[in-house]
């Protein structure tokens, strides 16, 4: 997080400004996220710097889709905790709402742990944790001490709305990220966002075109609608296609694209939306996970191969020069041979344009723990490989075509 004018909105005087440095781990949520939290910091005269050296306080936002990810954020913890200048240390996010009080045992240098639904309240956790650091240095402790005191607030359901509207963006930034809806429940087994994130709620359309209209105001043209299902979206009488007009409509927005849609509730309707809006991008992330009907009946992902085969055929006939990438999860428990041919064949046959190809990593709480994890790390790797190398050749064969109709 870059640094900000710490002297805060309300300008009450020269008192000093808490600093506070946020790390952010994850996906284009999480990195809107660390944004939302600065803004409400920000209001309440805190101010920010770009080294973990220099902070009274260190926030981690996490991710816990992947357990490298995971991995890299106990280093990370670890590493705060050594400092000369000991600050404060508070995990946030999705590792931070999987964990809870657990958190603690895991790191003990940790300070405190706040969920996603309850980022609102880490002001008054920061303050009241210096406060009482204060205190204990004052009365002849050592600075070298760990708090006994530790705090987390994973209990939340529901963001209150006003933390979207802080006004604050990275910056220099001509794009904004915007959450249409936060949370999942289609419990895909080797997902664990619907643990994390809590069950799907969608936010009213006026509050996002409200967000929308403002961040323009700050000279933001860009904009990504986000969520962990886009195509399910709907508040009162609009869906998510009605949204994209209303966003297509706004004055002002030279732009916009969206993420990501789940392949079950995608249809015809939106494709056409894609076609029909000119501020909208063409362009469509449909995660596929995997081309072998029996690994997407285990993966609960609510389609076959054919389903979404029939969906990029009228994806393409109805967006013609559309842009299409996916995802691709390799090594599920119980993936043949077979299994991984069926994939690699649907790639070989979709050519999608990107892809995101990862190993399957055991989640906790997810339906997929049950299962044996029963293929090895280096069979993982050579599957991982075989896809990638494809797709980097479908890349350069699809750079080639273009630069030909270019000459």
Not at 140 to 151: A, V, W
Not at 300 to 313: A, C
Not at 359 to 381: G, N, Q, V
Request: aromatic share 8%.
């Amino acid at each position: 997080m870059q640094h900000v004018d710490g002297k805060g909105d309300d300008n009450r005087g020269p008192a000093r400004s808490r600093s506070v440095y946020i790390a952010t781990f994850g996906c284009q949520m999480n990195v809107r996220d660390s944004e939302i939290v600065a803004g409400i910091l920000k209001k309440k005269r805190f101010s920010f710097v770009d080294d973990a050296k220099k902070a009274d306080c260190v926030l981690i936002n996490t991710c816990a889709v992947r357990q490298h990810a995971e991995d890299r954020v106990w280093s990370e913890i670890g590493a705060c905790a050594k400092l000369k200048n000991k600050p404060l240390i508070g995990l946030i996010g999705c590792m931070a709402q999987n964990y809870k009080e657990n958190s603690f045992q895991r790191a003990k240098a940790l300070d405190f742990v706040v969920g996603p639904a309850d980022i609102a309240k880490i002001p008054s956790i920061i303050k009241d944790l210096l406060k009482t650091r204060g205190q204990s240095l004052k009365n002849g402790d050592s600075p070298h001490k760990i708090l006994e005191r530790k705090i987390w607030e994973t209990d939340g359901l529901n963001r209150p709305e006003e933390v979207y509207h802080t006004g604050y963006y990275e910056p220099g930034k001509d794009h904004a990220f915007v959450v249409i809806s936060e949370g999942c429940t289609n419990f895909c087994s080797y997902c664990v966002v619907p643990y994390t994130r809590g069950a799907l709620r969608h936010r009213n359309h006026q509050d996002i075109i409200k967000e929308i209209k403002s961040a323009i105001k700050k000279g933001i043209a860009k904009f990504t609608l986000l969520g962990q299902n886009v195509s399910a979206y709907h508040s009162d009488k609009v869906n998510f296609v009605e949204l994209v007009r209303l966003v297509n409509s706004v004055k002002g927005v030279k732009e916009f694209t969206f993420m990501t849609s789940h392949p079950k509730d995608t249809n015809v309707e939106l494709f056409k939306a894609i076609r029909d809006n000119d501020k909208l991008a063409k362009f469509l992330h449909l995660p596929v996970q995997s081309g072998s009907d029996s690994i997407l009946k285990l993966m609960n992902r609510g389609y076959t191969r054919k389903f979404y085969l029939d969906l990029i055929d009228n994806y393409r006939k109805i967006v013609p020069e559309g842009i299409l990438t996916t995802d691709i999860i390799v090594g599920f428990p119980g993936e043949t041979d077979k299994d991984f041919q069926d994939t690699f064949d649907l790639v070989k046959e979709v050519r999608f344009n990107g892809s995101f190809i990862f190993k399957y990593s055991p989640r906790p709480k997810t339906e997929a723990l049950k299962y044996e994890d029963d293929i090895s790390k280096e069979l993982k790797e050579k599957r991982h490989k075989a896809i990638l190398d494809l797709q980097i050749k479908i890349c350069k064969e699809k750079k080639a075509h273009k630069n030909e109709i270019k000459n």
